[in-house]
């Protein structure tokens, strides 16, 4: 257990989170989640959440501005969401430019990930290229290594989907003969009568398919083999204690079983869930979902910097999102 990074701060007012004395942290990075941006008038969600579509995009205005005039944030990373279902079907494409040109006024690299709501407004295909996401095939899972001793791997968590995929895909096909015979009901997207965890059985959801899954435990191998800390980012999250079981992906068992293989993994962080979570699961491995900007009622916030430790990673949130102390074991 790294006492240093302990010692350098503690549970306090400031979001949960006071600075004792300074550390350098290895790098730093921001995160923003779902920010689901439409110019229309704010509404509520299927449950009656308020939702705020145009001042989502000045939290994301706040942060970059933030984000650039504090010392040393070498990326970020946007979990996905960019824009909502709501957006006017041909106004998507602006829409979605709008936002990914508000990310572009911060000064390095942004790292984007694919979510539901990108995926009700437009196809793979014009949808990868602006969030500059350049797989093989309109794969949409990629990872990158910030600083030695660290790797991010960003999952596709509508790999396997009713979502996104042409009508007649086999991805398509898979996706809904998958979701007739786990969940009933006529709406998909309805968990009405689904129990406990299968209650994530929902067309907004999707599953990480076979290649991918084999392509995480190559990743994982070579992680291990270099001695990297791994971070796991997935629009949909992969713990039923840091997230509603509605919003889980379809396979995250499957998933965790190869992440719990090894010992590199150390944080999973995920979007979705607005109201966001955090767990330690049986294995050490910390998961933080994160609070949503779309939620955000005019004036507040919803972003933060995570600082990359040896020993740890430390979330700095700033308004609704909360700060995280999340220590290593190992
Ligand atoms: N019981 C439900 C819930 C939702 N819907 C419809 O499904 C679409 C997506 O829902 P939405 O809440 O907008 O999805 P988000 O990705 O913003 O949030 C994810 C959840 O919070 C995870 O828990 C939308 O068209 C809803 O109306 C539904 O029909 N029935």
Redesign the pocket.
Known sequence: MGTDFVCSYAMGSSNGLVPIQEKQPLFSFGVIS?I?YADIPDGH???GVPRYYRHSVLVLQRAVEKWNNQPKLDFLIHFG?IV??FCPKDKSLEAVTSVVNEFKKFDGPVYHMI???CL?NLPREKLLPLLNISCLDHRAYYDFSPAPGYRFIVLDGYDSSALGWPQDHPKTLEALKFLNEKNPNL?K????GLDGLERRF???NGAVGKEQLQWLDNILKDATSLNEKVVVCCHLPLDPNA??K??LLWNYDEVMNIIHQYDCVKICMAG???KGGYSIDSHGVHHRVLE?A?ECPPGTDAFGHIEAHDDGCLLIGTGRMKSTIMMFNS
């Open positions: 779902d689901q969600s299927f449950l969401d909502d279902g979510g539901n709501h009700y709406d997207n309805s968990p009405i929902l067309m907004f997230s509603s509605e919003a979705h869930d607005h949503a779309l």
